[in-house]
């Protein structure tokens, strides 16, 4: 029978893990995004974690990046690439219609599929993630909705951790960890901090 430290030990290695796991996630996702010729599936996330041999804490835009760029033969051909941009928007126009078929009428589905000749590219990935974001939204409970509103709003009583130093925060913290830290804490708590030791 595990002790309350035990306990509390591997809830909190669970949470860490979890949060490795969603920026892991999260620098995937804008890695597509910079890239649209990169297919937006599972199979590419898998593909680039694998590739990461299950080191999601190394995942990152400047790794990604420089594997991008620097690793053309392994890790950019095995990836699911559009061969050219029609092929991408054929498949972007057939999710949209695909993901507003359900309480659509068949007219409403010729109008928009009409709609289509004059959107570019941008507008058509935009609207694609516009419409999965709702029907994510829509698959929800009412309690899961709420856990992740409450999720997304920086709770206002967290502070930084205490090893977390001013100077840490201002000559060492690239980008990612400003982003990462202010939407776990909020950036009032980064600011308190950095105010902290100033005479």
């Known amino acids: 029978m595990s002790t309350y430290q035990e306990e509390k030990d591997r809830l909190e290695e669970l949470g860490k893990a979890h949060e490795v796991a969603t920026k892991a996630a999260a620098e995937v996702a804008a890695f597509v995004k910079r890239h649209p010729e990169v297919k937006d599936v599972h199979a590419n996330y898998s593909i680039i974690y694998s590739y990461f041999h299950g080191d999601l804490e190394d995942i990152s835009e400047n790794t990604l990046e420089d594997c ?32 507003m078929s359900q309480g659509n009428s068949p007219n409403a589905l010729a109008n928009v599929k009409a709609g289509f ?80 030791g100033r005479n």
């Open 68 to 99: 991008w760029l620097n690793h053309g033969d392994r890790f950019r051909k095995s990836l699911a690439c559009y061969p050219s941009e029609a092929h991408e928007r054929d498949a972007l126009e057939k999710r949209i219609v695909q993901l």
């Open 117 to 196: 000749r004059f959107k570019n590219l941008d507008q058509l990935r935009a609207q694609k993630d516009e419409l999965e974001a709702r029907a994510e939204m829509r698959s929800k409970s009412p309690a899961e909705l709420r856990a992740a509103i409450q999720a997304a709003r920086p709770n206002p009583e967290q502070e930084l951790p205490v090893d977390i130093s001013r100077e840490q925060i201002l000559h060492l913290w690239n980008a990612d960890q400003f982003r990462f830290w202010a939407k776990k804490v909020g950036m009032n708590a980064i600011t308190k901090r950095i105010s902290e």
